[in-house]
């Protein structure tokens, strides 16, 4: 067991059941918060290295990803949180997905991720929340958790979905996936494979989080 979470079992028993319960749930809140944070910090670096290793200037991306000069500037220097729509354009623009940019920035070479090491990212506009689930070491196979809260939408461009091959299972809840403005609802237990590129569009129609796996592959 790491020290931390023993540190947290001694002193769990002893404070009184009710009270070791609460601060435990505020522990693993607060790791959780770091985990989110850490990942913030190093997309912002990954950014300003993907577009520094191809000669590109700031004006050069903006022209390519139709991301303004100035918010990539501060998306950069971390005083701006990128939303999954901007990610999207600006990953399109370096030839990559959102799932390849994100995975440039986590260890490479594991063949096992723990539950608690598995990377989270939270888009500051929708709540969409992300979980990176598979290990780094294979690149050609990738699974990812996506969790949308009701009555929000994400939408990325075709640019995104370049090269991969990717299905979508649907956990909980349900989703609206517009495919190049074919919309498709999607409930529990659905799985649908995306065709090819197109500008795509996830929306939460219900009144609970839609939950879903994302299988994403490489052509």
Known sequence: MPARHAALASMEERLPRPLANVYAALY?????????????????????????????????????????????????????????VLLGRLSGAFGLTLSNLLARIENAGERVRRAGDQPLWRDPET????????????????????ELPPGAAIAYPASSYAFIRQQIWMQSGQLDFDEGGIVTRLQAGDCMELGPPADCRFSNPGTEPARYLVVVARR
């Open 28 to 84: 693993y809140m607060r790791i959780k918060g770091m985990m989110m944070d850490d990942l913030a910090s190093r997309l912002a670096e990954r950014l300003r290295s993907e577009r520094e290793m191809r000669g590109w200037s700031l004006n050069d991306l903006a022209e390519r990803s139709g991301v303004s000069r100035a918010m990539i500037s501060r998306i950069e220097r971390g005083e701006a949180s990128p939303t999954a």
């Open 127 to 146: 709540g969409f929340v992300r979980r990176a689930i598979s290990p780094t070491g294979n690149g050609d196979l990738e699974l990812v958790v996506g």
